[in-house]
């Protein structure tokens, strides 16, 4: 069977290249400006291009000539960046980035894939930024594709221990339909914090696993220790503080009541983000242990194998892992793909 040929928008680190690969789709090209989201995809994906550049200095003809050999692309993927469109992001009314989407019209006019496939946050689909979902359904529409509606879904429901609400979105020729697999793990299925971190040994802070260059936890300072001691186990937050360790910022105030708090054993993780490492930046403490998660329980949340290799310092790596999309999820949605891709 042949296998359908893919590009890569916006392929960081290479979670959706790795997913795609072992599900049987050659990925020929990749593009990416993040030099060491792009070490990490080359150690791991050998054998696709990397244009590993801004996009907008991409000349898709290029790709065509090279890669494809002067045939029509079955799959061009674009996950372009989530910040502009995420509802923590203050200025997103008028992020530039946000324009990067807009990218995959370029592309697609060149490359002519079969399928577009989108993924974001549920901010892309808001009311506040109609007019980028509006800009990217005209100018597709103008060289002959059809935009879908915006779907929201929990990546929890197909394979990933963590809530991760995200937006897909399809483009075809003809109006062609292309539907969702049904949840591989729905509610009551789910996929626990237990399930993919519960086995690595415990860490204290500061200490390592000497057998794995990504389970070392960070070293907190005795003033964080000392939270953390009072921030009950499996599921604890802030809120259990004495009012003497209340940071001054977090007193009299109910929000963010992630920040200091712990993942549950029993449930799936929360959203990782690129500071997934950090217990001030949400709920990433260790159901157990007195410490952060580590980059080695980041990876395992984002559903990458432990043989997936990271470039990078521990800050960099932390980045690639929270802006990856999981590679389970895009393996749940490999039939799908590979159906319509044979459908069009
Ligand atoms: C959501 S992440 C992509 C995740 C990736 N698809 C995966 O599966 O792991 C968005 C990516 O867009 C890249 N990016 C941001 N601005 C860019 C630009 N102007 N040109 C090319 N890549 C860009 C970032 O470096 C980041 O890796």
């Keep these: 069977m042949r296998w359908p040929t893919v590009v890569d928008l916006y392929s960081g680190c290479g979670g959706v290249t790795a997913a795609l690969r072992r599900k049987r789709f050659r990925v020929v090209a990749a593009v990416d400006n993040d030099p060491l989201a792009g070490k990490t995809y080359k150690l791991n994906n050998k054998s696709a291009r990397l244009y590993s550049d801004d996009i907008r200095n991409v000349d898709p003809a290029e790709i065509r000539d090279a890669d494809l050999f002067g045939n029509d692309l079955d799959l061009l993927v674009v996950c372009s960046p989530c910040q502009p469109f995420s509802n923590q992001n203050r200025n997103r ?10 990218q995959a019209p370029r592309f697609a006019k060149t490359l002519k894939p079969k399928i577009i496939f989108f993924e974001n946050v549920p901010g892309l ?23 879908s509606q915006p779907t929201t879904i929990d990546l929890a429901d197909y394979g990933v221990p963590q809530r991760r609400l995200r937006c897909v979105l399809f483009a075809t020729r003809k109006g062609f339909q292309i539907e969702l697999p049904s949840p591989t793990t729905p509610k009551g299925k789910r996929k626990s914090v237990k399930e993919a971190i519960g086995a690595l040994p415990p860490l204290k802070s500061g200490q390592k696993d000497e057998r794995d260059p990504l389970h070392f936890a960070r070293t907190h300072q005795p003033i964080a220790l000392q939270r953390m001691a009072y921030i ?27 920040v200091y708090g712990r993942m549950h054993w029993g449930r799936v993780a929360p959203t990782l983000t690129t500071g997934c490492t950090d217990i001030t930046r949400g709920r990433f403490m260790h159901p157990r242990d007195d410490r952060a998660i580590t980059l080695r329980e980041a990876a395992r949340l984002q559903t990458f194998p432990d043989d997936y290799v ?12 929270g802006n990856a999309v999981p590679p389970a999820f895009i393996e749940a949605l490999a039939t799908s793909l590979r159906k319509a891709v044979a459908r069009t």
């Design 310 to 321: 990271f470039a990078g310092s521990a800050r960099q790596i932390a980045i690639q892992v």
């Design 93 to 102: 009314k008028n992020d530039p980035r946000a324009e990067l989407i807009l």
């Design 125 to 147: 689909a808001s009311a506040e930024l109609s007019n980028v979902l509006g800009k990217l359904r005209s100018r597709l529409k103008k060289i002959g594709y059809t935009l």
């Design 232 to 258: 009950k186990k499996n599921g604890g937050d802030r809120f259990s503080l004495p009012p003497e360790l209340e940071l001054k910022c977090h007193k009299g105030k109910k929000g963010y009541p992630d």
